[in-house]
DNA sequence: CTATAATACCACCCGGAGGTAGCATATGCG
DNA sequence: CGCATATGCTACCTCCGGGTGGTATTATAG
């Protein structure tokens, strides 16, 4: 019932990005501020560079900015460069093939908690969490 | 977004015990009957054993029967026993101290889902899973 | 040219989940 | 009794997420 750390560290460091204001963030700031491991997050900053979430720039004053508009940057697209979005699509017992006439026991009382994390994923943005003005990121 | 493959088992396991009739369910049957691996099972049948959800029979004829009423076996006993309740008190951003003051940015979207499972593991009991006639278990 | 910062490798380490093998122990039944 | 069945327990293995360290390359601002 959690995010990766990966995934953890990717959306923080994401938020901070686009509350902070700064357009060119180097992963020395990122991991200063957010407490994040710097080798780590650099690693990470490069899967998400690859995916087209955010772009690089090398050498002095450069780091990573946000491609898109926030308002463009969906939760589930973050997710799915980190972790893949496998375990948001399969189900709480596992079953693999999964059709409504043979569910398992538990679908009457799981799907829906499902269906609606998945809508939280796909819907919400950067822009969303910016705006919720929380110092704790 | 999943439980445990041990949670799996352990829910399967019950749920098939309790909708097949068997009073005393060998390790073996469960394991063929289930497709789990069968040392595997046993340790976690032996768990549950200690935990004091279900009671073991030694020797000839023997196996494990479930101790309490089914429908005083909740979810989240099972839950407990096998990978502990934490991931579910926790939070999806994972910090450690959280009050409603000081949330994070994904506080108000995420809270209601978090509240919504918790409150689904704690409430549906075997009962309710074995009432649901589905052949697939 | 120099300092800074990303990029690309590498070789490890740790802990936990999932799974396997072997042996000891308890017990019903012929 | 003696054997087959079944639990109980310890040790070991693999895989993966998370994390550290090093080294070398490329790009860029000043
Ligand atoms: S809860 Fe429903 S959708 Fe999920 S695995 Fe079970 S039957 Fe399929
Ligand atoms: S979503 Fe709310 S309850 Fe969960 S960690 Fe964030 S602030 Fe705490």
Redesign the pocket.
């Known amino acids: 019932m959690r995010l990766?750390?990966?995934s953890e560290?990717a959306i923080r460091s994401l938020v901070y990005m686009a509350v902070s204001g700064i357009e060119v963030c180097?992963?020395?700031t990122l991991s200063d501020a957010l407490d994040i491991?710097?080798?780590?997050l650099?690693?990470l900053?490069?899967r998400l560079?690859?995916a087209g979430i955010v772009t690089?720039?090398?050498?002095?004053?450069?780091?990573?900015s946000i491609t898109r508009p926030l308002h463009e940057v969906h939760l589930a697209d973050i997710i799915d460069v980190v972790?893949g979005l496998e375990s948001y699509d399969r189900c709480i017992l596992g079953f693999e093939t999964c059709d409504d006439k043979n569910p398992c026991p538990l679908h009457d009382q799981w799907s829906g908690h499902k269906d609606g994390i998945r809508e939280m994923i796909d819907n919400v943005t950067l822009a969303d969490l910016a705006r919720s003005d929380c110092k704790r990121i």
Chains 1, 2 share one sequence.
Do not use: I
């Not at 491991?37 to 780590?40: G, N, Q, S």
């Open positions: 990766f750390k990966s560290y180097s992963v020395k491991p710097y080798k780590f650099g690693r900053m490069s560079g690859a690089s720039q090398q050498g002095k004053l450069g780091g990573y972790e």
